[in-house]
C-alpha cells in the first residue's frame, strides 16, 4: 500500500514539475508572468468533462457549492495543487526509520 501511494505522489510531483516548466516557458514567451490554473487545464484536456462535473454539482447540492466553493480551487495555480498533494501524499507513504531498543 505505501509503495502505491509513493507511485502516485511521485506521480503527482512529476505532473507539477512539467506544469511548472511550461509556467515558466509561456512567461518567459509572453514577457509577463502567468499562470495556468486547474480549469484551464482540465478545460483543454476534457471539456465535456468540466461541464458534467459542474453541472452535476449544482444539480446534488447547492449551487453556490461550486460558485464559492470549487470554481474558488479551481482558479488556483495546476502546479500548485500537483506540487501539494504530491507532497502530501510523499509524506504520507514516506518509509520509516525503524529504532532498536536495547533493554540490558
Known sequence: MKALVRFLAGC?????????VYDGTVSRANGQVSFATIQDTWS???PTSLKSAQN???RNAHPL????????V????????????GLLLAYAGRRRRRIN???N
Do not use: D, E, M
Open 56 to 58: 452535476s454539482v449544482q
Open 74 to 85: 479551481l482558479q488556483l495555480p495546476a502546479w500548485a495543487v500537483f506540487g501539494v498533494f
Open 101 to 103: 531498543i536495547y533493554a
Open 12 to 20: 503527482l510531483l512529476l505532473v507539477a514539475v512539467i506544469l511548472a
Open 44 to 46: 483543454a484536456i476534457s
Open 65 to 72: 457549492v461550486w460558485t464559492w466553493g470549487i470554481a474558488k
